[in-house]
């Protein structure tokens, strides 16, 4: 059963940020499609998984791409964005560990040469993941 969905503010999670281009400061923002403006966590019984999920304001099919032990992440089709994760808490036990293993895949995502157009995404799915981080987590062991 899934759990409410936990509301983030996508201003704070991707603010902008001026750059330098050609000599002219530009303001850099990252597409509102790319910053999910919600999360949740919650444990999906009929797959035996605890479930991490990102809502975006438009939505998409996605594919489930193995990453590590125990660690599988739901990938959009088309956009290659972050939909979340979905993780077998019987190989892996501890929140701890879990929230280690899914830092360190947003990391390897984020550092994809093939997912480079999506980098900034990662980024902020971890900051989002990070700012509900209690709340995703407290049905972990439900």
Do not use: C
């Not at 480079?116 to 990070?130: P, Q, T």
Request: a neutral charge; aromatic letters at 8%; charged letters at 30%.
């Amino acid at each position: 059963m899934s759990s409410p969905w936990l509301e983030l503010d996508p201003e704070s999670l991707a603010p902008p940020k001026d750059a330098l281009v050609r000599g002219v400061t530009l303001r850099v923002v990252l597409s509102p499609y790319d910053v999910p403006d919600a999360v949740r966590g919650f444990r999906d019984a009929a797959k035996d998984r605890f479930v991490i999920e990102y809502r975006y304001i438009d939505d998409e099919p996605w594919t489930l791409e193995h990453h590590s032990d125990g660690i599988s992440a739901r990938i959009g089709k088309t956009s290659k964005r972050l939909y979340g994760f979905e993780i077998d808490t019987t190989k892996l036990g501890a929140q701890a560990i879990i929230l280690e293993m899914i830092v360190a895949t947003l990391d390897t995502l984020a550092n994809s040469p093939k997912r480079h157009a999506r980098r900034e995404n990662y980024k902020v799915a971890r900051s989002a993941l990070a700012a509900r981080q209690g709340e995703v987590f407290q049905h972990l062991g439900a």
